[in-house]
Nanobody
Framework: QLQASGGGLVQAGGSLRLSCTASGGTFSRYNMGWFRQAPGREREFIARLSRNGDNTDYADSVKGRFTTARDNAKNTVYLQMNSLKPEDTAVYYC????????????????WGQGTQVTVSS
């Protein structure tokens, strides 16, 4: 089970840090991903993180502004979001994959419930 938190309302140019905490299973066995879904749009990949945290990858839309990291001792993955833009407004989801280091939704076994991020202009 994944529990995401940290969303909220922020002005453009501001920062937020999302957290996603896992319960059950062995967290370090899972590659982690972050996705987001804006109203009327498909859920899109934004970041992924390998099991040991050594490898990360980002969508072009967030590269250089967002950073993901994990603390396996705390069963938690983080998404640090800086220089936020109104177009970053969406529900953000964390996801876990036991078998893929992927960018597709179908590659993830488990999903958090989502946390709303709203960026005002």
């Amino acid at each position: 089970q994944l529990q995401a938190s940290g969303g909220g309302l922020v002005q453009a140019g501001g920062s937020l840090r999302l957290s996603c905490t896992a319960s059950g299973g062995t967290f370090s066995r899972y590659n982690m991903g972050w996705f987001r879904q804006a109203p009327g749009r498909e859920r899109e990949f934004i970041a992924r993180l390998s099991r040991n945290g050594d490898n990360t990858d980002y969508a072009d839309s967030v590269k250089g502004r967002f950073t993901t990291a994990r603390d396996n001792a705390k069963n938690t993955v983080y998404l640090q979001m800086n220089s936020l833009k109104p177009e970053d407004t969406a529900v953000y989801y964390c996801a876990a994959s036991s078998w893929a280091y992927g960018t597709y939704r179908s590659q993830y076994n488990y999903w958090g419930q989502g946390t709303q991020v709203t960026v005002s202009s």
